[in-house]
């Protein structure tokens, strides 16, 4: 039951990414895997001012169901986060996504047993 709903949640944050144009929209099933977070979300944005707009929207659609927001982290336009305790929400501009490639990173963590 647990899953079902954390995978409802993931795929409604998911078309509210696709809704204002998220791209290239990946997600990590992290369960299981001693990190931090149960799912991670990364999102590309097209420029800066789009990525605290996702945020902003993904807070005024949101919040109104229940879901409670414990940290953002705002202080870049080309990297914002979003912390929903069990999902973690990576808003990236396209250049720093490439930069810091933190998808490599959540690869390299699902394939440690």
Partial sequence: MAELQIQQRVNRIITLLEDKKGEDIEVFDLRGKDYIVDKV???SAMIGKHSFALLDYL??????????????????????????????IHIFTPNHRKKFNLEEFLHSFLSKK
Avoid at 67 to 75: G, L, P, V
Wanted: net charge negative.
């Fill in 41 to 43: 979300i990364i999102v």
């Fill in 59 to 88: 807070k005024s659609e949101l919040k109104p169901q229940g879901e409670i927001f414990y940290a953002t982290e705002e202080e870049s336009e080309d990297w914002v986060i979003a912390d929903l305790g069990d999902i973690m």
